[in-house]
């Protein structure tokens, strides 16, 4: 919605913590058509001003075809059938910040892991074609690419945040979580 770090699969839509619990109080008190826009429906929305005008920041949701949580229910997300934004092989879920496969997910954890990514350089003046064919041939291309389509560490943090209550005094509490994980793994 706001272009912020997805949390993870919401309503219907990728979505960060905010615009979640922004669309979800929008359907609770049943006012998303009622709020006004200054400026004729046409307000840019993102993460600095999402909560600048609230009717365009709604009609953006709806856009996305976000639905009522109760809904999730009939409406089962196969991520199979959504390709890796890295390879284009068959997806496995959400890691990261982004919808990839079990190899992009584990080529990226493992990147993160071990600071190697530094150590790359393409002999191919970065312009490396990664599908799920190649994706092994140049590690410095692939990990740009994860970089390009918006894994960071944060995004598996923010994922694991929504998984957690949403009780924002456990945000510490999943941090040093996330850590100890990242030290273990």
């Known amino acids: 919605v706001c272009g912020d770090v997805a949390a993870g699969f919401h309503c219907g839509a990728y979505v960060c913590e905010a615009c979640k ?20 429906s046409n307000c840019d929305i993102t993460k600095e001003t999402r909560s600048h005008c609230q ?8 856009a996305l075809s976000m639905y009522k949580p109760e809904d999730d229910k009939k409406l089962k ?44 350089i393409c002999s191919n003046d970065e312009r490396c074609n990664i599908d799920s064919a190649n994706r ?21 943090a923010a994922a694991t945040a929504a998984a957690a209550d949403d009780d924002d005094d456990d945000d510490d509490d999943v941090v040093i979580m996330m850590m100890m994980w990242w030290w273990w793994w």
């Open 77 to 120: 997300v196969d991520y199979r059938s959504i390709p890796c934004k890295v390879c284009k092989a068959p997806s496995s879920g959400f890691h990261f910040g982004a919808i990839t496969c079990e190899g992009c997910k584990g080529f990226f954890r493992r990147m993160l892991k071990e600071q190697v990514h530094r150590k790359f």
């Open 55 to 62: 009717r365009c920041r709604y009609q953006r949701c709806i």
């Open 136 to 156: 092994t041939t140049c590690k410095s291309c692939r990990f740009n690419k994860c970089i390009k389509i918006g894994m960071t560490l944060e995004g598996a």
């Open 21 to 40: 619990k922004f669309f979800l109080r929008c359907l609770k008190t049943g006012r998303g058509l009622m709020f006004l826009c200054p400026k004729n």
